[in-house]
């Protein structure tokens, strides 16, 4: 579902699923990000004029490893624990929803190439970033970079969104981030957005309980998804006609995909000839993803200094101070993330029934007589007995 879509939806219909916070609030919390999905922002926003991006020497595209770079410092400073998600196979249900992106590019082309002849700067600009694609060479660009920071890096065997919504189910992480809704139909409990926004945006975190969001709605788990599904996913196409609102009101008064489907007006809605909606509500609930005894154990781990001036600025170009300036940060950063938060200290007991104690220091005089100190005290009242004869 479109981020705008269910966004309003839940705004209207479960407004305590959604929280503001600041980015500073997250100090200490381990948060899973899709990383293809922050390198396709990097692309399309770092150092982008028109079609001219930030590259290297050779030519090659460096805006991904400026953003990654940059964006992954301010989480450290702010002592948050990123560990970044990378896709793996995409399942075949998604296929065909590969090849409209493709078609959509090609398209972007077409229209860039006219653009660019006819010198139309706002044609230029809004056809450029529709032509960018995160390539493989991007992705190990990125990881290559994120371990040389000491940052763990995670290769799903599926989707990313899935493997992050695992690892926060797991306890391994406290929230995902993404600006892609679908971590929420995968059922993670805690969703952020607008984390890896810069700063000069000024957007507050916006934060998504996964139960409150269900509680809200009064929908189970499975028809959540089939809401998401209804509403339009990345394996099915959707309804035409059928909104937001209308999906919610017809997922709660029929129950499911399949009685929505009997009941449908037909001659209203059209609905697909090849619809996977059964597919695609089981790779939503049972997705691709890495076995929880298996999942990696999350390390952060000091920089590699040499190899990241290698990396950044031997092989990529960028400033030998700058580069040295923002690895002492790192450095810095990873001493300030070692303290605890606050709430750690404060964990309720493990007995609900159990009310907890004030820990009060017991005055010296309350505090129960040694054996060496009652036989000094006896001897010391009998000498006094003595004295008084």
């Given amino acids: 579902m479109g981020i705008k879509g269910l966004t309003k939806l839940l ?18 919390r381990k948060i899973a990000i899709d990383a293809s999905m922050s390198i396709y922002q990097f692309l399309i926003v770092v150092g982008r004029i ?61 229209g860039l190439a006219e653009a660019v002849e006819t010198g139309d700067k706002a044609d230029i600009e809004k056809y450029s970033k529709r032509t960018v694609k995160v390539t493989k060479q991007h992705n190990e660009d990125c990881r290559r970079l994120l371990r040389l920071m000491g940052v763990p890096v995670i290769e799903a065997p599926g989707e990313a969104e899935a493997e992050c919504a695992a690892l926060c189910k797991s306890g391994k992480v406290y929230a995902v981030a993404s600006e892609d809704m679908d971590s929420l139909t ?50 099915c196409d959707t309804i035409k006609g059928i909104g937001a609102q209308t999906a919610l009101k017809l997922i709660r008064q029929y129950g499911c995909l399949e009685s929505v489907i009997e009941n449908l007006n037909k001659d209203r809605y059209q609905i697909p000839d090849l619809w996977p909606f059964k597919e695609a509500r089981e790779l939503f609930k049972s997705p691709l993803v890495t076995p929880e005894q298996d999942q990696m154990e999350l390390k952060w781990s000091p920089p590699d200094e040499e190899g990241l001036l290698k990396f950044l600025v031997e092989e990529n170009g960028f400033n030998n101070d700058r580069i040295l300036k923002a690895i002492e940060k790192i450095k810095a950063a990873k001493n300030k ?3 605890g938060r606050l709430d750690s200290f404060f964990k309720p007991s ?19 007589e040694s ?11 009998k000498t006094s007995v003595k004295g008084k004869k």
């Fill in 186 to 235: 995968f059922g993670t409990p805690k969703f952020l957005r607008h984390l890896m926004e810069p700063t000069s945006r000024k957007l507050p975190v916006v934060e998504f309980d996964i139960s409150k969001v269900l509680q809200g709605l009064e929908l189970t788990m499975e028809q959540f998804i089939d809401l998401c599904i209804l509403c339009g996913c990345d394996y």
């Fill in 371 to 381: 054996k060496a100190s009652k036989l000094a005290n006896a001897k010391k009242a």
């Fill in 11 to 28: 705004s209207d219909n479960a407004p305590g699923c959604m929280s503001e916070q600041k980015f500073e609030s997250y100090f200490g």
């Fill in 50 to 110: 028109g079609t001219e991006t930030l590259t290297n020497e050779a030519g090659e595209v460096t805006s991904h490893l400026q953003g990654m770079f940059t964006r992954t410092i301010r989480l450290l400073e702010a002592g948050i624990k990123p560990v970044y998600v990378f896709d793996g196979q995409p399942p075949e249900l998604k296929k065909a929803e590969l090849a409209k992106r493709f078609s959509r590019r090609e398209d972007a082309n077409a």
């Fill in 337 to 339: 993330s070692s303290q």
């Fill in 350 to 368: 493990a007995n609900p029934g159990l009310k907890s104690t004030p820990m009060v220091p017991k005055r010296k005089q309350d505090a129960p």
